[in-house]
């Protein structure tokens, strides 16, 4: 029976020993770093949030309406031409310069430019709600690729520390085959064990790659080295609560419910565009003649009331289609709150399975442990051949490997389920950062300032700070 090398198991329990040590990358840095850089980095946060900007915008837009609107013109007219006169003809023209003032201002609509007003502040609402979600998003994302780059560098390293050991196995199974202890159907099958470990390595590395170029793009930056998470987050009450809560706090659901509340104020505005309204125009208007002393001096004002007859079917096209809207965003409205109380059964799911898979995987690693051991004892004493301490090794490399996969994936599943109940922003995580406030903007423009006021400096002080960031 052929004896094997006592060494080898010592480097076999060695590069076990090691084998959760992830490479290092830089300095060590821990989730809720990565989180906060996502959150500061996220071009697609800055995207909503301009987004965002533009709704606050509309506001301001339909409330300048009710102010009064002053315009002014003026012109300078030159008319020339001939007269004759007994036979006689003579040149004649004239320069005449005028300015002139107008103001309209909207009296009464039957509620159609309030109604427009409130709807648009619905869709402030609704897109303050859409930049939480996108919050969620990123936040989610970064979470994934942190876990994912984690999971991957440990397969790294127990792949290199099992190429190592697998390289000991072989140089010692040519060293038996020389002296004759072995056949070289022993070196073959350790010459097979190692080409399949470079192979197992070489796929690893190409994961772990990419698990770093998905860190930079949802992160914004270079990974450093990644501590594993001190523990899972708190995750109160049951899947029956999640649901409810889900239904009164996830971004989706009360999103579309702000569009379901401008939708019906739109229906009704369209109803008021039907009816006529009144308002007070009034003008000034100053006349000066370049030729003589002439001039002219007038001024007018009065109360204009307008409505339409027909056009077209315009109006009623109009109306119809705001109906549309709003019918189809009642039933966006139940189609998600479906969706929301699907996705929290999932998430559970999801997370009671991980948590099962990682209970298994422990007791499989405990297992192999106990296996290797053994099947290393039996070798010592001739009872077993290589073959059987690389398979019982490589069933150890398995379930450590299937182990790590299992403890990121219960993260991942945890982080999921905050994500599916709405609590997965920055502010619910606590994280170290600035938070935006959806409302600063909004509370600037909402008065549709004018530029040249004191409120419209201080706004375009913060629209230029905003395009140096």
């Not at 936040?139 to 190592?164: D, G, H, P, T």
């Not at 019918?327 to 969706?339: F, G, I, V």
């Not at 051949?385 to 690389?390: G, M, R």
């Given at each position: 029976?052929?004896?094997?090398?006592v060494?080898?198991?010592?480097?076999?329990?060695?590069?076990?020993?090691?084998?959760?040590?992830?490479?290092?990358?830089?300095?060590?840095?821990?989730?809720?770093?990565a989180?906060?850089?996502?959150?500061?980095?996220s071009?697609?946060?800055?995207?909503?949030?301009?987004?965002?900007?533009?709704?606050?915008e509309d506001?301001?837009?339909?409330?300048?309406?009710?102010?009064?609107?002053?315009?002014w013109?003026?012109?300078?007219?030159?008319?020339?031409?001939?007269?004759?006169?007994?036979?006689?003809?003579?040149?004649?023209?004239?320069?005449?310069?005028n300015?002139?003032?107008?103001?309209?201002?909207?009296?009464?609509?039957?509620?159609?430019?309030?109604?427009?007003?409130?709807?648009?502040?619905?869709?402030?609402?609704?897109?303050?709600?859409?930049?939480?979600?996108?919050?969620?998003?990123?936040?989610?994302?970064?979470?994934?690729?942190?876990?994912?780059?984690?999971?991957?560098?440990?397969?790294?390293?127990?792949?290199?520390?099992?190429?190592?050991?697998?390289?000991?196995?072989?140089r010692?199974?040519?060293?038996?085959?020389?002296?004759?202890?072995?056949?070289?159907?022993?070196?073959?099958?350790?010459?097979?064990?190692?080409?399949?470990?470079?192979?197992?390595?070489?796929?690893?590395?190409?994961?772990?790659?990419?698990?770093?170029?998905?860190?930079?793009?949802?992160?914004?930056?270079?990974?450093?080295?990644?501590?594993?998470?001190?523990?899972?987050?708190?995750?109160?009450?049951?899947?029956?609560?999640?649901?409810?809560?889900?239904?009164?706090?996830?971004?989706?659901?009360?999103?579309?419910?702000?569009?379901?509340?401008?939708?019906?104020?739109?229906?009704?505005?369209?109803?008021?565009?039907?009816?006529?309204?009144?308002?007070?125009?009034?003008?000034?208007?100053?006349?000066?003649?370049?030729?003589?002393?002439?001039?002219s001096?007038?001024?007018?004002?009065?109360?204009?009331?307008?409505?339409?007859?027909?056009?077209?079917?315009?109006?009623?096209?109009?109306?119809?289609?705001?109906?549309?809207?709003?019918?189809q965003?009642?039933?966006?409205?139940?189609?998600?709150?479906?969706?929301?109380?699907?996705?929290?059964?999932?998430?559970?799911?999801?997370?009671?399975?991980?948590?099962?898979?990682?209970?298994?995987n422990?007791?499989?690693?405990?297992?192999?442990q106990?296996?290797?051991?053994?099947v290393?004892?039996?070798?010592k004493?001739?009872?077993?051949?290589?073959?059987?301490v690389?398979?019982?090794?490589?069933?150890?490399?398995?379930?450590?490997?299937?182990?790590?996969?299992?403890?990121?994936?219960v993260?991942?599943?945890?982080?999921?389920?905050?994500?599916?109940?709405?609590?997965?922003?920055?502010?619910d995580?606590?994280l170290?950062?600035?938070?935006?406030?959806?409302?600063?903007?909004?509370?600037?423009?909402?008065?549709?300032?004018?530029?040249?006021?004191?409120?419209?400096?201080?706004l375009?002080?913060?629209?230029k700070?905003?395009g140096?960031?």
């Amino acid at each position: 029976m052929r004896k094997f090398k006592v060494g080898n198991f010592k480097t076999a329990a060695l590069a076990f020993g090691l084998a959760f040590a992830a490479p290092v990358m830089g300095k060590a840095e821990v989730l809720a770093d990565a989180l906060a850089d996502a959150y500061n980095n996220s071009g697609l946060i800055d995207q909503n949030r301009a987004l965002l900007r533009a709704a606050d915008e509309d506001v301001a837009s339909i409330v300048s309406e009710l102010r009064p609107i002053i315009n002014w013109t003026a012109d300078a007219t030159r008319t020339f031409g001939k007269t004759q006169t007994n036979g006689v003809s003579r040149p004649t023209g004239s320069t005449d310069a005028n300015l002139g003032v107008s103001l309209d201002l909207l009296l009464y609509d039957f509620g159609r430019t309030p109604l427009r007003i409130e709807s648009a502040k619905e869709t402030v609402l609704a897109t303050r709600e859409g930049l939480r979600s996108v919050e969620q998003q990123v936040l989610f994302r970064a979470i994934q690729a942190y876990m994912n780059l984690r999971r991957n560098s440990q397969f790294v390293s127990l792949r290199e520390n099992n190429l190592r050991l697998l390289r000991q196995e072989l140089r010692a199974a040519r060293d038996r085959f020389e002296v004759g202890e072995v056949t070289r159907t022993d070196v073959s099958q350790a010459e097979a064990a190692l080409a399949l470990a470079r192979s197992g390595l070489a796929t690893a590395r190409g994961n772990l790659a990419q698990a770093v170029e998905e860190f930079r793009a949802a992160v914004g930056r270079a990974p450093g080295q990644l501590n594993a998470p001190r523990s899972l987050p708190a995750l109160q009450g049951g899947i029956e609560q999640s649901k409810t809560l889900a239904l009164r706090n996830h971004p989706d659901a009360i999103q579309v419910q702000h569009e379901v509340s401008s939708a019906e104020l739109t229906v009704r505005a369209a109803e008021a565009a039907m009816k006529p309204r009144v308002g007070l125009t009034a003008g000034l208007r100053v006349g000066e003649s370049m030729n003589d002393s002439d001039n002219s001096r007038s001024g007018s004002f009065g109360l204009q009331m307008s409505g339409p007859i027909y056009q077209g079917g315009l109006l009623s096209s109009a109306k119809r289609r705001a109906m549309s809207v709003r019918d189809q965003a009642r039933a966006r409205l139940h189609s998600t709150n479906l969706r929301l109380v699907q996705d929290v059964g999932n998430a559970y799911a999801t997370l009671e399975a991980a948590r099962a898979s990682r209970t298994a995987n422990q007791e499989a690693v405990r297992a192999a442990q106990v296996a290797f051991r053994g099947v290393r004892e039996e070798a010592k004493l001739g009872a077993r051949t290589t073959l059987d301490v690389l398979d019982a090794e490589q069933n150890l490399l398995d379930a450590r490997t299937n182990l790590i996969s299992a403890e990121v994936d219960v993260y991942i599943a945890a982080y999921s389920v905050l994500g599916s109940i709405g609590q997965l922003t920055a502010k619910d995580l606590n994280l170290n950062v600035r938070t935006y406030d959806p409302a600063a903007y909004y509370n600037m423009v909402k008065d549709a300032p004018a530029e040249l006021s004191p409120q419209g400096q201080k706004l375009d002080r913060v629209l230029k700070a905003l395009g140096k960031q």
